[in-house]
């Protein structure tokens, strides 16, 4: 079986906040992938998983195959999905179609649209988007490991100070400028009201929102309502159908996260 290595803050916890990992998990999901769930520190990232797997850059979510090869990037994986379960429906298409019955051209047009929205709203760089800053005191309260902690804390992971700074931001003006990312998504809901980002189907646009929304929602569930469900209907309902999706899948993980 496939093991997909998920990122905890210890190996005990089902509180699976890495916004990319969720991506490969209902990526995995959607093809009907059967899948292992193998918890990873941040220490055994850079420790064990980049021993065994021979890939000293190795970041997660990465999975192994039964082979032993690993495969890792949330957007690599999906592609290596697509292209290894062709009759499974598309994660780019958005039609409910297989990859075998659809046309490159709008796979083709479906994975740019992916990966922009990867690249863009799906990535945490602290120097352009929120979400990291705003979600680093929860995140930090969460690893209570003193070994895990220092190295979280550390000036060889945020730069001289980079701890303080983080702690000491405006956190109303961050939640503020989280709700203004979300407006767009919002407004795509309302001009078509009961699909999915991808199209009529859900695909790899909606994982990577869902892992932001995931993302927020491990780490602080009250927040997460304030920037998402309750700035509107429509993406209360989209939130509603992917954590219900695959047998309510996201939603169980939701609810036995503490
Ligand atoms: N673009 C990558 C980003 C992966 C990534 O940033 N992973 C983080 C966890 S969310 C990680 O493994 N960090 C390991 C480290 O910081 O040493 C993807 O989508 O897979």
Redesign the pocket.
Known sequence: MIKFYE?VSSLNSKCF?????W??RMCLLHKGVQFETIPVT?LD??GDLANRSNKPD?????IELPDGQFI??????AEWLENTYPDQPSLFTGDGQSTNKSHLGHITMGKNYARMI??GL???KPEWAVWFDLFFPQLDQLISDEKLSNYFRSDA?HGPQGYQKLMSLDRQDLIRRAKMNIQPLVQILQERPNEYFQGKHPGLVDYVIFGRYAYCRMLDSQLAKQIWEDQGEELSIWIDKLSKAYDGHALKIFQNSH
Do not use: C, E, Q, W
Request: glycine share 4%; charged share 20%; hydrophobic share 40%.
């Open positions: 990122l906040f890495s916004p990319n990992t991506k490969t941040l990232v850079r190795i970041y997660v979510p990465a890792y990037d949330s957007f690599h994986i990867d690249l799906g990535a945490s992971r």
